[in-house]
Each structure stands twice: as C-alpha cells, then as structure tokens.
C-alpha cells in the first residue's frame, strides 16, 4: 500500500455529521432495533407523479438527453426559473446572466466559497447552521466567523458583535431563513433592509439560502433578497428543488443574483462539472411550470407534524415551540438532559430507543442544549417516537432527582 495522506484541509474536518448518524443507525438496525429516523432532513414522501412522468418520457423518447448538458443550465431550465421567480416573488432577473443550475444546491453554496475565498478571507456564518456553510469556507481554507443565533435574538445574528477589524476581511456572510436548523424565520423585514445595507458598507456577498422558502405554515410569506431595494448590488439567492418538491435524490438547485456577482461560481464550476443531467433540468422545469397545489399540501403535512412534535415534546418536559416554516423542529433538551450535552442525549436516544435526532452541537457550539428533529417520517411514527422520548425522558428524570 502507497503512503499517502489527504490534504491537511481535509483531515482537519470531523466527519460529516450524517455519516456518524449513518454509521449508528446502521449498529442500531444490526441490533434490530425499530429505527424511526428525524435525522437527516431527507424528504420522506415522493417527488410529484407529474414530475417524474417527464423524467421517465425524457429519458427514453429523448436521446439527445443522454449526452453532456450545457454547464450553467438549458435556457429553458434558466427561462422556467426566472419565470418562477417572477410568479413567486415579483422579481425580474435574466434568464442569460443571472441564474445558474445547480447539482443541488450544496454543490453550489460548498463552490461558492471555492470561488471567492482564500487563506486571507474571513466568512460569516451562523452559528447552529446548516453544516455546509461552515464546511465551505473550511474546504476553501478560508477563515470562520461565528455569528451565535440565539433564542433570545429570535435565532437572528447580531452584527454588532462582530470585530471592524474581521468585516475589514470579510469577503462573504451566509444567511438562511427560513432557517435549518432553528426552524426560525424573518418576521420584522427591516431585518432584510439593515443586513443589505451593512453588506454593502464593508463590501460583503451576502449569500442568502433560500432552501425552504416555499415550506411555510399559515399566513407566513418568506420573501426573496431580491424584493428588497439594493439588494442584486450585494447578493446572491441559492434554491433548492430538494425540499419543495420532494427532489431531495434528484440533486437539482440553482443560484441566481447579479451576472457580476455569479460569474467567478459559474467560472469555477466550468473546470468541474457540466452542470444538472439534461433529463433532470427537464424535470425541473416541469416541477416549475406544473401545478403548485403541490407544495402548499405537503406544508400542510409538515405542519401538522410540527404541532403533534412540539405538543408531544413540552408534555415531557422538552422546550420546543410551534414554528412557521421549515421541515424541523428544534428542541431545547428537558432540563434533566441539558447538563448530558446534546451528542450524549441524541446516541443513547438511538442506542436505547431507536429514535434518531440530529444533537444541536453538531451545527454548531451555540447549537449545544438543543436536538433537531426532522419531519420526515411516516405520520404514524410520530406517535411511537413520542412515546419512546416520553420512556426516555422518564428515566433520565429518575436519574436525576
Ligand atoms: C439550509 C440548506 N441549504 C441547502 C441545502 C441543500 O439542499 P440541496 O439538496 O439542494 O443540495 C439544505 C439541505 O438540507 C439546507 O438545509
């Protein structure tokens, strides 16, 4: 065997965090213990028949869809998504200079940093966050700035927290509402208005990750950067087909903003990749031009789910709160479990009830005395999961009084 070590970037990163989940899943189900898995934000239902029906048509009656695609996307998959765009938010972008496929939109958020960042650069980014974010910028051997989000700042950052002297470094800050894994979204808009002011001030890409704007509850309307004045001078908006379609395996995504803002990723990805397979961009235009009775049934699915979870969960002692958007509950551990940590809790809570949650430290420090867990299970196993964290709680109790 040759002697070969990965690059130090690499080897300086802990593993992802789902392929430790994965790997003590598989214990468990060797054990044969009943596995009811929220951990992963893996959509549990189908993509749309509609959706899939094109895909099938395309790939079998259509041969020109086997050969390599047009790296930043067809420009009916770039016209559909700006048409999209219009009919959702009232934003007008260039189907030719503004928007550009994605290989899911983690391919493009992990490039993104690749395409801007170097040793020098700082980036800032949310502290719980969606695990990419951070990985990025560490892949890109940039530097990290934390940004806590806490409950008492409605999971909002505070930018007044942050040194002059590391905005004076700062080349990109990544946002996301709403929010994964807080389940946290933007109710006073001013927000979006300061955030784009600020970026501008010390000449920040304000990288906005739009993944579950489409998986909202009630009367709650996520808004795109771009309905907010000034924004295309500083921002990019990275879509997902993953969670509003049921796309999650389909790896489908796009990012779009100002041409000026996008090329260095559309550059970047030039060397690598020749963007979405032809049959799956098909797919996605049909998912965009289709009926979209789709989406709001499958909010309502999750929201329903959300309120039996939430509900279920202060019975027995956890701290969790209706939310208004997103696939996921994030839940502050019962005071009994809080001194434990969160990646103790989530491996007995695996071990011993076969119920897999997501610990809150994984997404980071400020994540620590919370677990998320995801809504992707079939309705009747909320109930069981219910009654096992009930068990488990019980005697953690026992142990503690
Ligand atoms: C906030 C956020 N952004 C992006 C993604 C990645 O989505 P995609 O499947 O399009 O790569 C996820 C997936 O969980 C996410 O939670």
């Known amino acids: 065997m040759i002697d070969i070590s990965p690059s130090s970037i690499l080897s300086h990163l802990p593993p992802y965090l789902f392929t430790k989940i994965s790997l003590l899943k598989k214990e468990a189900f060797e054990k044969k213990l009943d596995v009811i898995d929220l951990g992963m934000g893996n959509p549990d239902m189908p993509t749309p028949a509609h959706i899939v029906d094109i895909l099938c048509d395309s790939i079998k009656h259509h041969k020109n869809t086997h050969r390599y695609p047009q790296a930043k996307g067809i420009p009916k998959f770039r016209k559909a998504i700006v048409q999209w765009m219009s009919r959702r938010f009232g934003v007008e972008l260039d189907y030719e200079n503004e928007v550009l496929a994605l290989i899911g939109s983690k391919e493009g958020i992990a490039h993104i940093c690749m395409a801007y960042l170097e040793a020098k650069d700082y980036a800032l980014v949310c502290d719980p966050s969606y695990p990419v974010h951070f990985n990025g910028v560490a892949l890109a051997g940039a530097k990290i700035f934390r940004m806590p989000l806490l409950e008492k700042n409605n999971y909002l950052p505070d930018f007044t927290k942050i040194p002059t002297k590391i905005l004076q470094k700062t080349k990109i800050m990544f946002l996301n509402y ?197 809504l992707v299970t079939h309705d009747k196993r909320f109930h069981d999961a219910l009654i096992r964290i009930s068990k488990f709680t019980k005697s953690a109790m026992q142990n503690h009084s």
């Open 178 to 374: 709403p929010n994964n894994p807080t389940a946290a979204v933007v109710e006073d808009l001013s927000f979006w208005k300061e955030t784009i002011h600020f970026c501008k001030k010390y000449d920040i890409l304000l990288v906005s990750d739009n993944a579950y704007s489409e998986l909202t509850f009630g009367n709650y309307y996520a808004p795109s950067i771009f309905e907010f004045s000034g924004a295309k001078n500083v921002a990019l908006e990275f879509h997902s087909f993953s969670k509003t379609f049921n796309m999650a395996g389909w790896r489908l995504g796009w990012v779009c903003g100002n041409k000026k803002l996008l090329y260095p990723l559309e550059k970047f990805k030039s060397f690598l990749d020749y963007g979405p397979p032809l049959f799956i961009q098909l797919a996605g235009v049909a998912a965009l031009n289709g009926h979209q009775n789709c989406i709001r049934e499958l909010s309502r699915v999750y929201e329903k789910r959300m309120q039996k979870m939430v509900h279920g969960l202060k019975k027995n002692g956890w701290k969790a709160k209706e939310t208004k958007a997103t696939m996921y509950v994030w839940a502050g551990l019962p005071n009994c479990l809080a001194k434990e940590g969160s990646l103790s809790v989530a491996e007995r809570l695996l071990k011993e009830t076969g119920v897999v949650v997501s610990p809150g430290v994984s997404f980071g420090e400020s994540g620590e005395g919370y677990a998320r867990m995801s």
